[in-house]
């Protein structure tokens, strides 16, 4: 069961194209994922369309305001059958599987491109950077092999992890795919995965290290995210 989820101002910031690309394809990919936010996000969506269409301090009829051509459009839209609730049960079609050191991974439908990444390797962590930087966050795909961890870190900025497949292990909380991690500089911690797992991840500054050999790469951070 998904155990973390975006918040709902994120999600009325995404309906409202407010996000960062690298933070819109991540809540994209979680609603894929996880049917509650789908539904919670197609809410905040008509919200929207109805304060578009009739502003609170100035309501006015659509049909003094449309011309034909598009009064008729509209109710043509609105005519379209709504999908039942069997139809939203079905299991969300995927794409391509993402193959990485003996595991397969499906991709939600909005990172389907990136099904075949050049890897960055450095022991049991494989990164790839994706080109979807914009407004200083940048996103990246992780894969860290069974029994591989993320030396003890914090956060000079935000960090968002949107597991994608496998597990991860954080303090006393097991995440599995679908679950929407947010960490920021008020988080220290050193995530593992017992079984190996597939992340996208967004942040917008390096990390800072924090224990052990593993701060003589502060120096470098900033090419690591």
Known sequence: MIKTHPTELMLRAFA???????LAVGVSAHCELCLDC???????????????????????????TMPL??????????????????????????APELRVAGQS???PRVLARHHAPKWRHIGAIRQHSLPLDEMG???SLLHIEAGGYIPEHTHKGYE???????????GDTRYQAGDFIWRDASHAHSPHTPDGCL?????DAPVQFTKGLSRLLNGISHRLY
């Open 16 to 22: 409202a194209d407010e996000l960062p690309l690298p």
């Open 38 to 64: 789908a539904a919670r996000l197609k809410g905040c969506e008509e919200e929207l369309a109805r304060q578009y269409l009739e502003p609170a301090d100035q309501p006015v009829a659509i049909s003094e």
């Open 69 to 94: 051509e598009l009064d008729a459009m509209l109710a043509g839209i609105l005519q379209q059958p709504v999908a039942s609730l069997a139809e939203l049960g079905q299991p969300v079609r995927l």
């Open 105 to 107: 991974y499906h991709l």
């Open 137 to 139: 966050a940048r996103a």
């Open 160 to 170: 968002l992890t949107l597991l994608l497949g496998g597990t991860i292990e954080d």
């Open 199 to 203: 992340c996208y991840t967004v942040q």
